[in-house]
């Protein structure tokens, strides 16, 4: 367990309104993440950051921003919510596991329907 | 650039039936290797890894080869349980770093 949680597990919104996704994590690693799952589609990974202040896109960033201002949070904030954008979104951590090498660690997931 | 690609599912078996996914890759450098598993309602787990080539990761009887010849991390298990319903995902890091790369998954139910 990586200590990572997220808010809300379940939210319903309307077309048009914005909508910010929480993950907070209290073992202070470095690399966080935020990724999508779709039918078909598996994980596709939206924003990722590197540090406080330091967030990079992923391959579906379009209608997405993040933003990092303390090391254990990580929001993620759809401007203007789509019904494209219903899915279940995952956090996740990078943390080096034995022999040097980094694993991912996921919460519970957040499950958006925009109606 | 890199990518995983997984078998397709959904897979479903009779308990106590033998279990493969296939996994192949594609990597510019040497990757760790992974299997995740996703148990409804909750976020990915990691199953097992294997960061070298010939290396096996197991765990909970399931098992998987690193094979650099033909880049694949096949999973596998001798004798699956009702239990083991979930999605199954293979994904991949290069070396030590921090970008990870996921196949589509598989979903897997057995039957009693």
């Known amino acids: 367990d990586a200590g990572i949680t997220q808010s809300p597990r379940h939210k319903v ?5 914005p909508v910010t996704l929480r993950c907070h994590q209290t073992e202070n690693h470095r ?3 935020w990724y999508r799952q779709d039918p078909g589609h598996g994980l596709r ?3 990722y950051s590197y540090g406080v202040k330091d967030t990079d896109k992923g391959e579906v960033s379009d209608g997405y921003s993040v933003s990092r201002s303390k090391t254990e949070d990580f929001l993620l904030t759809l401007e203007s919510a789509t ?4 899915s279940v979104y995952f956090c996740a951590i990078s943390a080096v596991a034995g022999g040097g090498y980094n694993e991912q660690f996921f919460g519970p997931g957040t499950r958006l329907t925009v109606l | 650039g890199d990518s995983v690609t997984q078998m397709e599912g959904p897979v479903t078996l ?6 493969t996914i296939n996994c192949t890759y594609t990597a510019t450098g040497y990757p760790s290797l992974f299997w995740y598993v996703q148990y409804p309602g909750e976020g990915l787990q990691l199953l097992l890894k294997a960061t070298k080539a010939d290396d096996k990761g197991s765990n909970k009887g399931f098992e998987a080869t690193y094979r650099k010849e033909t880049t694949s991390f096949h999973l596998e298990k001798g004798s699956v349980q009702v239990s083991d319903s979930a999605v199954y995902f293979c994904a991949l890091s290069e070396g030590t770093g921090n970008q990870f790369y996921f196949g589509t998954g598989t979903s897997l139910t ?3």
């Open chain 1, 13 to 17: 919104t309307e077309t048009g309104t």
């Open chain 1, 31 to 33: 690399y966080m993440y």
């Open chain 1, 45 to 47: 990974l939206i924003h």
């Open chain 1, 83 to 86: 019904s494209s954008q219903t």
């Open chain 2, 14 to 19: 009779s308990e106590e039936a033998f279990l």
């Open chain 2, 110 to 112: 057995v039957i009693p």
